[in-house]
């Protein structure tokens, strides 16, 4: 199936269960986007793949890459990490509701006499939240912090650094997942 279809089907499927509100629609677009997702995935290693098994070759001759092909080894390490940490634009957001989550549980336990049986779940409601949110920051910042390990260490390649280049290209070629 063509990849314009597929991503025109996501959105379709988005469009769908933000019209019927329903659970059930928000899972189905949830499954419809995690397969176009692993499809624009198996798209970019098939059509990249023989450029980054010379690339592979290169290292391990311990010949010099070029810029071209460095940026394909940065498109394959880390591009999900920059693509993600360019688009995402709720961290602030979700900064600012881990502090409003902070408070609220803050301001409910001093209010609350004893842990009584409605105190305690809007506490539990809170929490919640705030794992989710929590998670959604960590899952940024650890994108981040890989965009940060690749830098450094692809800044002057010696032997060690290109053995383990080599090793994540190879494994990024043999799993399903790229």
């Known amino acids: 199936m063509q990849l314009k279809l ?20 928000y899972a189905n677009a949830a499954r419809v986007w995690s397969e176009t997702e692993a499809a624009l ?4 290693q098939r059509t990249t793949r023989p450029n980054i098994e010379a690339v592979i070759r290169k290292l ?3 010949q010099s890459l070029t810029a071209e092909e460095m940026a394909l080894v940065r498109l394959w390490v880390i591009g999900d990490a920059e ?5 995402e634009q709720e961290v602030h957001g979700w900064m600012n509701e881990v502090k409003r989550l902070t408070t609220a ?19 539990k409601a809170l929490l919640h939240d705030g794992v989710r949110v929590l998670w959604d920051l960590h ?3 650890e ?16 032997a ?18 790229f």
């Open 41 to 44: 995935r198996e798209h970019i």
């Open 83 to 87: 693509s993600y940490t360019r688009a």
């Open 6 to 25: 597929l991503v025109t089907q996501a959105v379709q499927s988005a469009q769908e269960a933000g019209q019927s509100g329903s659970a059930d629609a």
């Open 105 to 123: 549980l803050r301001e409910t336990v001093q209010a609350a006499k004893a842990m009584e049986t409605a105190p305690t779940f809007h506490l």
């Open 160 to 177: 060690e650094e290109r053995r383990t280049l080599i090793d994540i290209l190879v494994g990024k070629i043999r799993s399903p997942d």
């Open 143 to 158: 994108q981040q912090a890989r965009i940060k390990r690749f830098q450094d260490a692809t800044q002057e390649l010696d």
């Open 139 to 141: 899952h940024y910042l």
């Open 60 to 62: 391990r001759n311990d």
